[in-house]
């Protein structure tokens, strides 16, 4: 059987190690992806460190996948060999439980996820449900695409389904992996974009990616500022800290809503006075099923949207994985398969 390269964790918290695999084969409704890159997410550690319920092992992280499908399953319609794809955190949806019922597709109780559910795209081939899939157009390089796929469908879909106007005051908390597309995507979709970040340093580049002001969260009151704005109508929590995400609910106008997509296990901390007071709002937001993916890529191609990339070969996954996770990397670190 003819083989790859793939780099996978035989054990929770174990190493990420460069093996050879055989190829595998698409079962019905089901495609062989040849990846061609594969972004590096903070959300691998789920994977790496055995933090997800119920994983096996060996496994293959890896959920921001770009490539070009390479065999079709049985069954499989609309999508053909040659065609450029990608695959995202959404790698699949069970059709049965009542979120599916409901075409709440990315709140599926049986939620498939690459790297996670099966193996994901840190290797040269993978395989993918076809309900799975995104297409990628033609004025991306995969490289940029890949990060759009988890990144970028993750801020992209919660700034569009925020309740905001054009024109409204709209603030990214945190300038980082997500936050630097969420300032590119508010500020296209033409919200009065405010950057929160830690720090003077964090400015000029949150100016250069769109932001019309800048609050620094180390030295200023945060929700003064904010309220010196008119008030947030949508603040987006791109930080894993929810210590920082608790001074911005002062600062949301009335039916404002504080949109959670950074994960931290500590508790938020608002009283209902706060929320009810205003008509305020805290609630979370997944990322965004594969059509989710295909419109963000449609969109950053409208719009000019790019994620900040760094690329690394496929043998070097341990290092831009530590990298990532040590925060000294470029936002977003992808691994070529070249």
């Not at 790297?115 to 993918?128: K, L, N, P, R, T």
């Not at 496929?314 to 070249?338: C, I, K, N, P």
Request: net charge neutral; with cysteine; charged share 20%.
């Amino acid at each position: 059987m003819a083989k790859m390269r793939a780099v996978q964790v035989a054990r929770a918290g174990g190493p990420l190690e460069l093996v050879e695999r055989d190829i595998p084969e698409p079962g019905p409704s089901e495609v062989r992806v040849r990846v061609e890159v594969c972004g590096v997410c903070h959300s691998d550690s789920f994977t790496v460190e055995g933090q997800w319920p119920n994983l096996s092992f060996p496994r293959i992280p890896g959920h921001e996948i770009a490539g070009v499908i390479e065999a079709v399953g049985a069954g499989v319609e609309g999508w053909r060999a040659g065609q450029r794809v990608g695959v995202g955190w959404f790698g699949g949806n069970c059709g049965h439980c009542e979120p599916c019922r409901r075409g709440w597709l990315i709140d599926c109780r049986n939620l498939r996820i690459p790297g996670i559910s099966y193996d994901g795209g840190y290797a040269e081939a993978m395989v993918a449900p076809a309900n799975a899939l995104a297409a990628i157009p033609d004025e991306f390089g995969a490289a940029e695409a890949a990060p759009l796929l988890c990144a970028g469908v993750t801020t992209f879909n919660a700034l569009r389904h925020s309740g905001a106007m054009p024109g409204d005051v709209v603030a990214i908390l945190g300038i980082g992996g997500l936050g630097h597309l969420g300032v590119q995507f508010a500020n296209k979709l033409g919200f009065r974009t405010v950057a929160i970040a830690r720090g003077a340093d964090k400015e000029a580049l949150s100016r250069k990616l769109g932001a019309h002001h800048f609050i620094d969260s180390a030295t200023e009151d945060v929700a003064a500022a904010l309220n010196r704005l008119g008030g947030a109508r949508a603040v987006l929590a791109t930080v894993a800290s929810a210590k920082a995400m608790t001074p911005v609910i002062d600062g949301l106008a009335v039916r404002g809503r504080l949109i959670v997509i950074g994960v931290d296990a500590e508790p938020i901390q608002v009283t209902s006075l706060q929320l009810i007071g205003a008509s305020r709002s805290v609630v979370g937001h997944a990322a965004g099923t594969a059509i989710d993916s295909q419109d963000t890529l449609a969109f950053s191609v409208l719009s000019g949207v790019r994620p900040m990339i760094e690329t690394m070969p496929l043998e070097h996954a341990s290092e831009a994985y530590g990298r990532m996770m040590r925060g000294d990397a470029r936002f977003r670190m992808v691994l070529t398969m070249a």
